[in-house]
């Protein structure tokens, strides 16, 4: 198993550009996440989604959108990159068990800087 | 969902126990402690997590007080590779919430 795979690694954007960072997982897991790590801070939440289909809106979702049109697969798009998206982005994936969602496992990140 | 403290930072002896820290005095009874790890940049590693029992995997030990307040993070003969950022993290189990802190970056000295 891969495990939580994203492309691509490594980004530079001038600004108002746009771009899509793609997340997989080959595990079947139900949940997938997307977060964002400014240097010095932990993580936080930008979206997730609980299945194929629907997504949701997480701690700081403003000026990203999401898609999740296959299970395996969760899209993270920045339709007009500002400056202050410069940031890690990593996504990550949880199985479900008796109908909770467990432990979530992380992929290796996407450094995007914005110029 | 539960604050939780660390300290900023700690030095470890290489092939001695790491024993780390952390406080979540307000957490919930249906609270979990979780605990992740990040290796220069790279995507947090899950370690462990428990409820209210010792718990113990081929990675580390847990070790949760009676009052459930506070854990400890045991890595019992802790290497080089083990020189990390390290998060513990509370959350009902079931919701989709991680609240990730700035964590306790361990170094492990030669």
């Known amino acids: 198993n891969a495990g939580v795979t994203q492309t691509p690694k490594f980004r530079v954007l001038k600004t108002g550009q746009s771009m899509t960072l793609l997340c997989a997982q080959d595990?079947?897991?139900?949940?997938m996440y997307w977060y964002r790590q400014d240097p010095g801070m932990g993580l936080r939440l930008i979206h997730y989604?609980?299945?194929?289909?629907?997504?949701a809106k997480g701690e700081v979702p403003d000026g990203y959108n999401v898609s999740r049109l296959k299970k395996q697969n969760f899209l993270l798009g920045l339709e007009s990159a500002a400056p202050s998206q410069t940031s890690v982005y990593f996504c990550a994936s949880s199985y479900v068990i008796r109908g909770r969602t467990d432990t979530q496992y992380f992929g290796p990140g996407t450094r995007l800087t914005v110029l | 969902d539960a604050k939780t403290t660390q300290p900023t930072s700690m030095d470890c002896a290489e092939g001695r126990a790491a024993n780390l820290p952390c406080n979540h005095s307000?957490?919930?009874?249906?609270?979990?402690v979780y605990w992740y790890r990040q290796i220069h940049s790279q995507g947090p590693q899950y370690i462990i997590h428990?409820?209210?029992n010792n718990e113990t995997n081929e990675m580390a030990s847990l070790i949760i007080t009676e009052d459930r307040k506070s854990s400890t993070l045991i890595l019992p003969h802790a290497t080089l590779r083990d020189t990390a950022v390290y998060y513990c993290i509370v959350r009902v189990l079931g919701t989709y919430k991680y609240i990730f802190g700035t964590g306790t970056r361990l170094k492990v000295l030669a």
């Open positions: 307000t957490i919930s009874g249906n609270e979990y």
């Open positions: 428990g409820l209210k």
């Open positions: 595990m079947n897991h139900e949940y």
């Open positions: 989604s609980v299945g194929e289909g629907t997504t």
